[in-house]
């Protein structure tokens, strides 16, 4: 059988992305089903975009990610620094990879600011909402799923 390609966010295979350079890798019986039907395409938006690990935690100003599309809402860091302009790029360079690989499904972090599906920090509280990465490709018709839910 063939693997066809899947995005998955690069902290759910072990890579030490996170904001707090950690990982939160799925388990190794999750993964290894996982790699034997998709072609795994790890990547960290956040990274993508330019910014560092470690880097302050950010959460959503005014909405999530599909606020922040249409202008709605901001990513801001603790200290009030607006690095929206890093998840825009972040964004942009994942529907590179999409488009380039003929991606169709995703299995992204549930609660970043990047990849949150169902749950994303929004002033202070964790809300229901999809993270920039997650609304832009559920709005281009890929199936996104949570990483929880595996």
Same mark, same amino acid.
């Given at each position: ?5 899947? #995005?998955?966010? &690069?902290?759910? /295979? ?10 939160? %890798?799925?388990?190794?019986? +999750?993964? @290894?089903?996982?790699?034997? =039907?998709?072609?795994? +395409?790890?990547?960290? $938006? *956040? ?6 690990? $470690? ?11 599909? &606020?922040?599309? +249409?202008?709605? %809402? =901001? #990513? ?9 302009? &890093?998840? !825009?790029?972040?964004? @942009? ?7 380039? #690989?003929?991606?169709? /499904? &995703? ?5 970043? $600011?990047?990849?949150?599906?169902? !749950?994303?920090? =929004? ?11 997650? %609304? +832009?490709?559920?709005?281009?018709? #890929? *199936? ?7």
């Amino acid at each position: 059988m063939e693997r066809v390609p899947c #995005l998955i966010s &690069a902290c759910l /295979v072990g890579v030490e992305c996170r904001y707090d350079a950690t990982h939160r %890798a799925l388990a190794r019986e +999750v993964l @290894e089903k996982l790699r034997s =039907r998709y072609l795994l +395409v790890p990547v960290c $938006p *956040e990274q993508l975009g330019g910014l560092p690990t $470690p880097r302050d935690p950010v959460q959503f100003y005014g909405g999530d990610g599909k &606020a922040f599309w +249409v202008g709605r %809402a =901001r #990513l801001l860091t603790q200290q009030g620094g607006d690095i929206s302009p &890093a998840f !825009l790029k972040g964004a @942009e360079e994942v529907l590179k990879l999409v488009h380039l #690989l003929d991606i169709k /499904v &995703a299995i992204l972090k549930e609660k970043s $600011p990047s990849c949150g599906v169902s !749950l994303v920090y =929004r002033e202070g509280k964790l809300v229901r909402g999809m993270g920039v990465v997650t %609304a +832009v490709l559920t709005s281009r018709g #890929l *199936e996104v799923l949570s990483g929880d839910d595996l």
